[in-house]
Nanobody
Framework: HVRLVESGGGLVQPGDSLTLSCAAS????????MGWFRQAPEKRREFVGA????????NYGDSVKGRFIITRDNAKKTMYLQMNSLSPEDTAGYYC?????????????????WGQGTQVTVSS
């Protein structure tokens, strides 16, 4: 079993940057990829991006391309989401996910594990 714990959420102003972290623990060896999804009230869950754990290949959702960057620290078993040029449209709960097998990274249902989420609010 794998446990994912997100941190770093909070209230920021439009244009600000914020970095989220996701720490993995448990049986993490063999992790294929980790990623982020987000969901705002009354909106559909949205793929933010993902990274393959061994090769570090990233994939991003269209709404965040060019603004968000995903990195990982293998030794710390931690993934990061650097979010730049934030706007109110980025307000959502952000969820960390991981998969132990090759999957379609943008498909939420194919991930094995989910974190509890961390709230990001962008408001002036």
């Amino acid at each position: 079993h794998v446990r994912l714990v997100e941190s770093g959420g909070g209230l920021v102003q439009p244009g600000d940057s914020l970095t989220l972290s996701c720490a993995a623990s448990g049986l993490t060896s063999g992790t294929y990829a980790m990623g982020w999804f987000r969901q705002a009230p009354e909106k559909r869950r949205e793929f933010v991006g993902a990274i393959t754990w061994s090769g570090g290949v990233t994939n991003y959702g269209d709404s965040v391309k060019g603004r968000f960057i995903i990195t990982r620290d293998n030794a710390k078993k931690t993934m990061y989401l650097q979010m730049n040029s934030l706007s109110p449209e980025d307000t959502a709960g952000y969820y960390c996910v991981s998969s132990m097998k090759p999957i379609r990274l943008w498909e939420a249902l194919e991930y094995d594990y989910w974190g509890q989420g961390t709230q990001v609010t962008v408001s002036s």
